[in-house]
């Protein structure tokens, strides 16, 4: 279908205007006092407009879908999300005055939720996440829309070349820092596409940067990682919301990919209340299981007396988790025991040691 060229001129203008009035997120040193020489930073991603990781994701692919001629002034653009994405594509669909439908879980976070609808989308709950993809396209045949699908187009509607992407944001911050090429950056993966762009872009650039993914609980990435089984799936859902998958999304690239961690549940809920203790922020799962696995590095290279530095991402802010993660009883309720946990890192902290649970 043929849209206007003067809107979609138009749109891709009022997006490009929204980013200039944003500043690049920040990239804040966390010290470890039992580890000294290995400094651990934090790309704070929730200092976005809409609050995370994804709102760079969001806005790559509303401007592959306007300069695909996917996305014209009366189209409904539609999203299967476990949240963030849908939160951050809703901004900009009200940002171009156009519909926007969220295809979700029904146990997304209520936060997540609330966000999407006060950015005026419509939020269509499955029982299944499974689900997500098959109602994701017969919304958009009903409404003649665009599906969006993050989980196809993540890994290529970013340019990973550079265009102020995470990856160059990242080495850019670095640059003055005593150790500015860091030995491991850390990601946690959804779609794929963020541990995609930055595992070609230190290829690209000549860099001796390793990229770690952590994969949570009730996900099929790390056993596709060391199987290359494409075809790996199971029946469950990720508790740590924005990771994990139950099958291997087409954007998941394992090739530009060093090394994987698998993060118990536990623990990605455990690390966001430590951090909270030893940082001051509230932050998202999702954070918890970078950070668990950046500890994990730090303390393997602390082993080896090898020097350098690990960073990784804070996603979204812990707001949006307060009737899960930083509910006690909902921890509970679920089975996470997280003082085994928490004892482990505090351990760490003091002394560089890494005790396995």
Known sequence: MAHSRSWVVEAIRKIEADYNRSADTHLIRLDIPGVPGIPLYLKDE???????????LARSLFLYGLCNGWIGESTTVIEASSGSTAVSEAYFARLLGIPFVAVMPRLTSPGKIAKIEFYGGRCHLVEHPSQIYPV??????????????????????????????????????????????????????????????????????????????VDPENSVFFDFFRTRDRDFTIDGASMVEGIGRPRVEPSFNPNVIDHMIKVPDAASFATIHFLNRVFGRMCGGSTGTNLYGAFQLIAE???????????????????????????????????????????????????GKWEEI
């Not at 929730?46 to 760079?56: A, I, M, V």
């Open 46 to 56: 929730s200092t976005h407009p809409t609050g995370s990781l994804k709102h760079r």
């Open 301 to 351: 290279m602390h082993g080896r007396q090898e020097p350098g530095s690990v960073v990784t991402m804070i996603c979204d802010p812990g707001d949006r988790y307060l009737d899960t993660y930083y509910n006690r009883e909902w921890l509970s309720d679920n089975g996470y025991d997280t003082a085994s946990y928490i004892d482990q890192m505090e351990d760490f902290f003091k002394t």
């Open 136 to 213: 994701s396209e017969q919304i958009a045949r009903e409404t003649k829309g665009h599906f969006m699908d993050q989980f196809t187009y993540a890994e290529r509607v970013t340019d990973w070349r550079g265009n102020n992407n995470i990856a160059e944001s990242i080495f850019e911050q670095m640059s003055s820092e005593p150790c500015p090429l860091p030995r491991w950056v850390v990601a946690s993966a959804g779609t794929g596409g963020t541990s995609a762009t930055i595992g070609r872009y230190v290829r690209y650039r000549g860099f001796d940067s390793k990229v770690c993914v």
